[in-house]
């Protein structure tokens, strides 16, 4: 498996955004290939592209895509529908429009264009199912265990697995706004335990823990907008939704909600709830272990993306 590091926007407080694209270097491939748009998970404050597992990387790959894994602007320094959303549209516009000569230009690889894909985790669920509101959406889209339905009251709940973690001074809080736009940082957890001397880390836990993690990140109140689940269509691509019942960052039952929203709409639409996989229990996964839960679970979102292109 190959990559490349290219620039997909330039932004006036961010700099250059990159995107890494990851492609088979099998010289005998020579159709044009198609394109899995893969968002990074991350509460749209943290994490980034590395945060894309290498084991749903290898396995698209194989099946013949050029995986693009992109940064986006983190929040608070931006809005989610200012950074993220907006984010999330721009990235499929490059893919579609740019990638292609740039690809072919650099390494040359051909991709087709009208055959693109989108899958993201958790946060980058929702920035997924933002692709398929486009003028020209993807194909399919793929969201494990995303955000969604944002003014639901259950994200004004607070978590009680956070109330033991103590806040930190708002002098070390407000440091994360020190410095320019933000496209990457720390995961929240580094070696099972919080990360709070970073102050983006400290920043987003004090949210979690006192349920204010969207309120936060949308100071006009306008969900709707941001919210890709409060527009759907009967345009919607199909779209694969795959969410664990002990997840404790995301209620599961948002995600049958969509689920049956968009059958409703008659959307192909299919829906796969586990009762032993908790919030990004993929993430770490090693394809080559061979992993029950990956094949069970993992597996069958993947597929969706390879029989719709």
């Not at 088979?24 to 592209?49: E, K």
């Not at 706004?177 to 070696?191: E, K, N, R, V, W």
């Not at 639409?269 to 993929?282: P, R, Y």
Request: aromatic residues 10%; proline residues 8%.
């Amino acid at each position: 498996m190959s990559s490349i590091k290219l620039t997909w926007k330039e932004d006036a407080t961010a700099g250059a955004i990159p995107a890494y694209v990851y492609f088979s270097s099998d010289a005998q491939v020579s159709a044009p290939r198609p394109i899995a748009l893969m968002f990074h998970a991350g509460g749209f404050v943290l994490g980034s592209a590395s945060m894309v597992p290498r084991s749903q990387t290898a396995h698209l790959v194989a099946r013949g895509f050029v995986l693009v894994t992109p940064e986006y602007r983190l929040c608070p320094q931006v809005s989610l529908y200012d950074g993220p959303i907006q984010d999330a549209k721009d990235v499929l516009k490059w893919c579609q429009e740019e990638l292609p000569a740039l690809l072919k230009k650099a390494k040359g690889v051909e991709v087709d264009s009208s055959r693109i894909v989108a899958m993201g985790h958790s946060a980058g669920g929702l920035l997924a199912l933002t692709t398929g509101l486009c003028l020209h959406p993807p194909r399919a889209i793929v969201d494990f265990y995303g955000c969604k339905y944002l003014s639901d009251p259950c994200w004004a709940q607070k978590l009680p697995v956070f109330a033991q973690i103590p806040d930190q001074p708002d002098a070390h809080i407000s440091k994360l706004y020190d410095g320019p736009q933000a496209l990457t940082s720390l995961p929240m957890f580094i070696d099972g335990k919080p990360a709070l001397s970073d102050p983006r880390c400290a920043w987003y836990i004090h949210q979690i823990k006192n349920g204010t993690s969207i309120s936060s990140i949308v100071p006009d109140g306008d969900y709707e907008r941001a919210d890709a689940t409060s527009q759907l269509t009967k345009d919607f691509p199909p779209t694969f939704f795959l969410h664990g019942k002990p997840d404790v960052f995301v209620d599961y039952k948002l995600t049958v909600r969509a689920h049956e929203e968009l059958k409703k709409l008659g959307v192909e639409t299919e829906l796969v709830i586990g009762e032993e996989i908790g919030h990004a229990f993929d993430l770490q996964m090693l394809q080559e272990t061979a992993d029950p839960l990956f094949e069970k679970y993992v597996v069958p979102g993947l597929e969706f993306l390879a029989r719709h292109v």
